[in-house]
């Protein structure tokens, strides 16, 4: 029997040089290509960079402009009050506290010089990550006037103070009682009753206010502390305007007008 082998061909190599010039057109072509990309990597990795420090900058750049809309003199957007045009008059909206915002707070308004600055609230005092449902006081709004002293509304829940709901301030008790709940938050650390100097009852229309004059040497906010408070609705709402003892000698009158015309 005759046996039959196949050989399988090996691939035909051409013997024929490679053209020296086609060599080199390759070369040049893949050294371009690495070039390429080399660029390209280059320019994506510096986007990438300068991306990121453009977000790490963002919060930085975002903050000047809130700070400074809110650091200019009052005078240049509240207007003249009708009963003294030497003040301008701050009347409290939604826009300006989550608490209005919410309904937990009455609008509120009160008069201070034109040449006084809004100050800005820290968002842990401001109760704007509690709002509806606050269980502690809260600063809704501050203003402040380098020569003459400070000013700012203070909103404490009024389940922290009464479980009758809708209460009057007499309900809550009598004006030594209120200021030792919320005397702390006139201060702006503690408080004592001999600190106390003077307490009075007002009455405008319906509203009852309770005022208090206090000398206060150990003060956060200041030596010299008037305050005014009332509820209303969900809250008691305090006004506080403070001074030094520089600043108490020339402003006392400006600062006592400022409390009298507090209202909700």
Known sequence: MVTASATVPSPI??????????SNSIQA??????QFRYQQNHVTGTLRRELLKGLALCPLILEVP?????????GSVLPPSPSDPSFVIFKASAKDTPALRAGNVQPYQFILPPTWKQTRVANILSGNYCQPKCAEPWVEV????????????????LIRLTNKPNALIEDIGDPEKLIASLGPFVTGNTYDPDELVETSVEK????TYYKYVLETPFALTGTHNLAKATAKGNSVVLFVVSAND??????????KAMLDSFQV
């Open 13 to 22: 190599r051409s013997s024929r040089p490679r053209n020296k010039s086609t």
């Open 29 to 34: 072509t893949h050294g371009h290509q690495q």
């Open 66 to 74: 809130l700070s400074q809309a809110r650091e200019i003199e009052v």
């Open 142 to 157: 501050k203003f402040e006037g380098g020569k003459e002293g400070k000013a700012q509304v203070v909103a404490s829940p």
């Open 204 to 207: 405008i229309g319906d509203q």
């Open 246 to 255: 520089k600043q108490w000698q020339s402003s006392q009158k400006t600062l």
